[in-house]
T-cell receptor
Framework: AQSVTQLGSHVSVSEGALVLLRCNYSSSVPPYLFWYVQYPNQGLQLLLKYTTGATLVKGINGFEAEFKKSETSFHLTKPSAHMSDAAEYFCAVSAANFGNEKLTFGTGTRLTIIP | EAQVTQNPRYLITVTGKKLTVTCSQNMNHEYMSWYRQDPGLGLRQIYYSMNVEVTDKGDVPEGYKVSRKEKRNFPLILESPSPNQTSLYFC??????????????FGEGSRLTVL
């Protein structure tokens, strides 16, 4: 069984400040981990993913995340927030097995950027 | 343009009136899935399909039906809608039915209100 916990349903940061969105996961098998972003009135789109290999993964729009197995975490960061980053962000986990593309999503974190 | 198309985007209906939300993808993806998004609950999987004529229940299948007669289409059927099915629905597809590919492509969502 897999689960994801996102700490903080709402996060506000000033424009230009560091963005840190927290995600902890639980998985009985080696996980694949994902961050998706949802802009208003749109579907979700993939920001970045970790499958195997390098634990620091870079995604689109300057975001990156680090897989820390010992902490069961996959936090999303961006050094300098931009107004266009305002959106809802979802962390998701998938079992590293063939057979089902099912992703288990967290409850989401709404990011607000303060001018 | 590669996309997942859902219709209708918005629908208000009454309890018990059967409805179908259509989903079509033009990327020749094997895997398709339906999710519902509710505030504070994130996205929860309703049904998924790993290929034509292969469907299975997700986490919240009660009150829904699906079919996969063609690779590109995966309609969601509510035989007798109830108010607790008021939600935002997303169809998603992925190239393969495995965790390796990782990226789900989402439609823009269908907001359903059941009175």
């Amino acid at each position: 069984a897999q689960s994801v916990t996102q700490l903080g349903s709402h996060v506000s940061v000033s424009e230009g400040a560091l963005v840190l969105l927290r995600c902890n996961y639980s998985s009985s098998v080696p996980p694949y981990l994902f961050w998706y972003v949802q802009y208003p009135n749109q579907g979700l789109q993939l920001l970045l993913k970790y499958t195997t290999g390098a634990t620091l993964v870079k995604g689109i729009n300057g975001f990156e995340a680090e897989f820390k197995k010992s902490e069961t975490s996959f936090h999303l960061t961006k050094p300098s927030a931009h107004m266009s980053d305002a959106a809802e962000y979802f962390c998701a986990v998938s079992a590293a097995n063939f057979g089902n593309e099912k992703l288990t999503f967290g409850t989401g974190t709404r990011l607000t950027i303060i001018p | 343009e590669a996309q997942v198309t859902q219709n209708p985007r918005y629908l208000i209906t009454v309890t018990g009136k059967k409805l179908t939300v259509t989903c079509s993808q033009n990327m020749n993806h094997e895997y398709m899935s339906w999710y519902r998004q509710d505030p504070g609950l994130g996205l929860r999987q309703i049904y998924y399909s790993m290929n034509v004529e292969v469907t299975d229940k997700g986490d919240v299948p009660e009150g829904y039906k699906v079919s996969r007669k063609e690779k590109r289409n995966f309609p969601l059927i509510l035989e007798s809608p109830s108010p607790n099915q008021t939600s935002l629905y997303f169809c998603a597809s992925s190239l393969f039915a495995s965790s390796i590919s990782g990226e789900l492509f989402f439609g823009e969502g269908s907001r359903l209100t059941v009175l």
